[in-house]
């Protein structure tokens, strides 16, 4: 059975960069498109980024764009997050998801989560 693991979640503070992984272990992400979530005390998960099978297309949430890269690495069974420019309001659980062939910023579309990674920004 195929699980996402992500890692990479830390303290850190404002203006710092982080770079969150997420590992397909049991079965790979080729052909599978893939994305990430974030949910943080009190609110609902919302989308942040997603990218194609191929990694050519993303789709980024426009809180996030300009500060936020996906990208992924089919041959490590890896996706990845980079975060620059750290805001307080960025703190949150962050979940990868994936799902065959779709990508996109509908939650109720993927079929595989991991458990998630906490980043807290303090000010």
């Known amino acids: 059975q195929a699980q996402l693991v992500e890692s990479g979640g830390r303290l850190v503070q404002t203006g710092d960069s982080l770079r969150l992984s997420c590992v397909r272990s049991g079965g790979g992400i080729s052909g599978r498109g893939m994305a990430w979530f974030r949910q943080a005390p009190g609110q609902e998960r919302e989308f942040v980024a997603a990218i194609s099978t191929s990694g050519k297309d993303t789709e980024i949430d426009d809180s996030v764009k300009g500060r936020f890269t996906i990208s992924r690495d089919n041959a490590k069974n890896t996706l990845y997050l980079q975060m620059n420019n750290l805001k307080p309001e960025d703190s949150a659980i962050y979940y990868c998801?994936?799902?065959?062939?779709?990508?996109?910023?509908?939650?109720?579309?993927?079929?595989?989560w991991g458990k998630g990674t906490l980043v807290t920004v303090s000010s």
């Open positions: 998801a994936s799902r065959p062939g779709y990508y996109g910023p509908d939650e109720i579309d993927y079929d595989d």
